[in-house]
């Protein structure tokens, strides 16, 4: 097929999601699950039309899958609105800490002992699917900033700062595998330093200490000249310029860039707080700043209002980045679907299974111990751990960092097979069960009534 015929191709397949979005959001199958499917009907298995093999151009997925990673996890620090006390940032961070780290030793354990991976191997492919994706995670996450559903918000929050966790394990995992060390003393505090302590802590300072000053900075300037100009590469800047400063000072870049989101936000709530109280028809609950201007018309927010100033910003921001990270998340998929003939293992389907059913759960179970939470949700909270675009860039990570070989091979195959079957398994189920919830949820309030 030339050039034309792809474009046309490329053109039928978003017209058709296009006009299917209102059906794949009442059923059970998700936007991802048809790019998927797309990307498994044009490779080798039916139409052989494509041949990628992304193990093989490990560089390039590399940069791709950061690209809507980091966009992702902007967006996902920008909608969190809800103050840091809030129990679903709790949750989250017991989900992306201690969670995480249980299911890496669960799943660690599994691989090594059910489909016979050495334990660098086995360390290095728990730390590559334990984490949920941000990106893939759109229809488990909020919604927005006024979404304060105590379920969306742990689990936006755990995915925006699992790469906290699970990243740091893979750099151990490599550096086992690349240098033939063993665990010494000296390699143990050298990387709980530099790759846990000050990767954690680094990031998350880098990006909210941009985020926020931007923020502010930018409100100012708009309100200061009554500037109602679109200004999307705002976004693209916070992302760019938080993850390149936390990598280049050897700091998490990925959280710096959900944190940039989140500092933000911050910067809009601060400035809200700040406007008078008759500004509000509500102003025990203010609302976002973006709801307050409307951006198709833009010049009526001409008023030197920075309450309208910032809205303009944040909204810029969200719908700039929102559109990236949807336009890299349908390309990634499609092209997972299509290398999925080069990289299909059964024992991915096994792996998927212990995860699914036995680990995750378990290590929700345990990880949340202690905040009050109805374990109907826990259950949900178990379940719904997509795997997705993060994982693969964690794969394409190890190829690029010198990992390589039969066992390299054999465990990206079993990972891959596995994050495809997550996105089948968990993007079915996720509607039928956000709506079992939201049926439980208005039962409960008519009982109370």
Not at 44 to 61: F, N, Q, R, S, Y
Not at 80 to 91: D, V
Not at 287 to 302: C, D, G, K, M, T
């Amino acid at each position: 097929m030339d050039f034309l015929g792809w474009t046309a191709a490329t053109g039928g397949l978003l017209l058709l999601m296009s006009l299917a979005s209102g059906w794949i959001n009442r059923g059970p199958i998700t936007t991802f699950s048809l790019y998927l499917i797309a990307g498994v009907i044009c490779g080798p298995w039916v139409l052989d039309l494509l041949h990628i093999d992304i193990a093989a151009h490990a560089e390039l997925t590399a940069h791709l899958t950061e690209i809507a990673m980091a966009a992702s996890l902007f967006i996902t620090g920008l909608k969190l609105r809800l103050p840091f006390r809030h129990q679903g940032w709790r949750l989250g961070m017991r989900l992306a800490f201690p969670g995480m780290l249980l299911t890496v030793l669960g799943m660690s354990l599994a691989a090594h002992y059910l489909v016979g991976l050495s334990w660098p191997f086995a360390i290095a492919f728990s730390a590559i699917v334990a984490p949920t994706d941000p990106v893939l995670a759109s229809l488990i996450s909020v919604n927005d900033a006024r979404d304060d559903d105590n379920l969306r918000v742990s689990l936006s929050s755990e995915a925006g700062m699992n790469d906290g966790t699970a990243l740091p394990l893979l750099m151990l995992a490599v550096t086992l595998l690349t240098t033939q060390q063993e665990m010494t003393l000296d390699l143990f505090r050298h990387w709980a330093l530099k790759d846990v302590l000050w990767g954690i802590t680094g990031g998350l300072g880098i990006g909210f200490v941009f985020g926020r000053f931007v923020g502010q900075y930018v409100t100012h300037l708009r309100y200061a000249h009554k500037d109602v100009a679109p200004n999307d590469f705002l976004a693209l800047a916070l992302i760019a310029l938080s993850y390149a400063a936390a990598q280049a000072l050897d700091a998490s870049g990925f959280l710096a860039a959900f944190a940039a989101g989140v500092g933000l936000r911050r910067a809009e709530v601060n400035v809200i707080r700040r406007q008078p109280a008759d500004a509000f028809d509500d102003s025990d609950h203010r609302p976002p700043a973006e709801v307050l201007v409307n951006p198709h018309i833009r010049h009526e927010s001409l008023d030197p209002d920075p309450a309208r100033s910032v809205g303009l910003v944040v909204g810029d921001a969200l719908s700039f980045g929102d559109t990236v990270e949807r336009l890299f998340a349908a390309g990634i998929i499609i092209v997972l679907g299509v290398t999925l003939a080069h990289h299909w293992d059964p024992d991915g389907l096994l792996m998927a299974l212990v995860l699914f059913v036995f680990i995750r759960p378990a290590a929700v179970w345990l990880g949340t111990t202690g905040i009050k939470v109805p374990w109907q949700q826990k259950m949900i909270i178990g379940w719904l751990g997509i795997r997705g675009i993060g994982s693969i860039n964690y794969i394409a990570w190890a190829y690029t960092h010198g990992v390589a070989g039969e066992e390299m091979t054999r465990m990206a195959n079993i990972a891959f097979t596995l994050i495809v079957a997550s996105v089948i398994v968990h993007g079915i189920s996720v509607t039928p069960l956000l709506n079992w919830r939201q049926a439980k949820i208005a039962a409960a309030k008519e009982q109370d009534e």
